[in-house]
């Protein structure tokens, strides 16, 4: 798994920051994506691998734990869809940016991990 950060788009949408957090076969930890406060312009999240539905979780926590810290949003993708999420106006995530990706809804305890490559672009600013 790797995050860059560098200035871009997501379809027009224009941020400071773009993050990319990108999960393998059998990555379902949570995962930093910017650990100060940030502002939630754009997510785009390429499951177009996969043979299941995933599902994002974002966490406005340094360190949630799972199954108990309760996200801010849960946001999905289909088997083999690749979905763009907007925010207007941009939430803003006081504390930090956290961010999880795996087979199962909810927020459950021990998720079931991906077997397939998804890729998950955040463009936040500050």
Not at 4 to 28: F, N, P
Not at 35 to 40: C, D, I, Q, V
Request: hydrophobic share 40%; no cysteine.
């Amino acid at each position: 798994m790797a995050i860059t950060s560098v200035t871009a788009t997501i379809a027009g949408q224009l941020s400071t920051r773009r993050d990319v957090l990108t999960y393998t076969t059998g990555l379902s930890a949570t995962q930093a994506v910017d650990t100060t406060s940030t502002k939630l312009d754009q997510i785009l999240i390429d499951n177009t691998a996969g043979t299941a539905a995933v599902y994002l979780r974002l966490w406005d926590h340094a360190s949630p734990t799972v199954g108990t810290t309760i996200p801010v949003f849960i946001l999905t993708a289909g088997a083999g869809e690749s979905v763009e999420y907007s925010f207007i106006p941009a939430p803003v995530m006081d504390t930090a940016l956290t961010a999880q990706v795996s087979q199962s809804k909810g927020y459950a305890v021990s998720p079931t991990a991906v077997t397939w490559t998804v890729t998950v672009t955040f463009l936040t600013h500050d």
